[in-house]
């Protein structure tokens, strides 16, 4: 029993300051792609618009995936800044491919949701995998 509250002794604060650092990255980074998007997902949310709904939740997966692979502080801060970069270069890449997506999401459009979530889960887990080696 002394072996494991020394080991969580030692684990934890480790634990925690990763944990931190992944949350905000994690909330800078839906932050920085809330200000990028043409619409506003928050608000379509509250309103019932379930592809929105779609979006925030992908933007999230998508967003965390890369951030898991990195074990160190810094590892995480500096890696997860590049991911998140790579994840806005994603959306604003789908944005062109899929003309009229401001319309498609603002009118609930729940398939162009999932091809954007699709694409943005695709990046990050390539990401995610690169990062890893």
Known sequence: MGSILATLQQGLPVLIGQLAATLALLGIGMACYMAITPFNEWRLMREGNVAAGVVIAGTLV??????????????????????????????????????????????????????LVGIQVAVALLNAGAMAG
């Open 62 to 115: 998508a967003l965390a995936m890369p951030l898991a692979t990195s074990v160190l502080v810094l590892d995480i801060v500096l890696w997860g800044l590049v991911s998140l970069i790579i994840q806005l270069i994603t959306f604003m890449a789908a944005t062109a491919l899929m003309r009229g997506l401001r319309g498609m999401i603002e009118a609930g459009n729940v398939a162009a949701a999932l091809v």
